[in-house]
T-cell receptor, first 111, second 113 residues
Framework: GQQLNQSPQSMFIQEGEDVSMNCTSS?????WLWYKQDPGEGPVLLIA?????ELTSNGRLTAQFGITRKDSFLNISASIPSDVGIYFC???????????FGTGTRLTIIP | NAGVMQNPRHLVRRRGQEARLRCSPM?????VYWYRQLPEEGLKFMVY????????ESGMPKERFSAEFPKEGPSILRIQQVVRGDSAAYFC???????????FGQGTRLTVV
């Protein structure tokens, strides 16, 4: 089946730093989604990407849909404490919108 | 507009008991998905339902698990004769059209003791 690998697995940064993470797939996706999950909560959709090469922003978050359609990137600028959590990429199976989720990137902010 | 509502938030069951997890989708959403998340892992698809129909249950274990989404009322994920390995967080998501942008509930955390 399809697999989504995220890197890094975890990040420890200081408040104010910029963050970059990526997601790679063994197969092509036509849509990329980025979710954030806080402890004890469900995933919340941050950004949706629909076209290869597309660059989309949501406040301090920017995500890109890779040209090969096998990868995507998420950047967070000037991190703040509420950015702490686990970030998942996800993509729908073509023709059936069940989502395959990535392995997650855990973001921790060091005081 | 209330979000996806799941209840209970936490459920403790002894081995061999039944667990029933409920999901009320967002208003106007007729597509429901169930996912399972083990600790420190991503979410894994279980089943996709539209009103009264199971569209895709390829992620459901073959035994003990069932799901329904009746014409009236919430979607139910039912686990019979629970075992320790069923302990996980179960998330429901809904969408209006079956598109990729699904909205998730807060989940039900099942603990089997």
């Amino acid at each position: 089946g399809q697999q989504l690998n995220q890197s890094p697995q975890s990040m420890f940064i200081q408040e104010g730093e910029d963050v970059s993470m990526n997601c790679t797939s063994s197969s092509i996706f036509n849509t990329w989604l980025w979710y954030k999950q806080d402890p004890g909560e469900g995933p919340v959709l941050l950004i949706a990407l629909y076209k290869a090469g597309e660059l989309t922003s949501n406040g301090r978050l920017t995500a890109q849909f890779g040209i090969t359609r096998k990868d995507s990137f998420l950047n967070i600028s000037a991190s703040i404490p509420s950015d702490v959590g686990i970030y998942f990429c996800a993509g729908p199976n073509f023709g059936n919108e069940k989502l395959t989720f990535g392995t997650g990137t855990r973001l921790t902010i060091i005081p | 507009n209330a979000g996806v509502m799941q209840n209970p938030r936490h459920l403790v069951r002894r081995r061999g008991q039944e667990a029933r997890l409920r999901c009320s989708p967002m208003k106007g959403h007729s597509h429901v998905y169930w996912y399972r998340q083990l600790p420190e892992e991503g979410l894994k698809f279980m089943v996709y339902l539209q009103k009264e129909n199971i569209i895709d249950e390829s992620g459901m274990p073959k035994e003990r698990f069932s799901a329904e989404f009746p014409k009236e009322g919430p979607s139910i994920l039912r686990i019979q004769q629970v075992v320790r390995g069923d302990s996980a967080a179960y998330f429901c998501a809904s969408s209006p059209t079956g598109g990729a942008e699904a909205f998730f509930g807060q989940g039900t955390r099942l603990t089997v003791v």
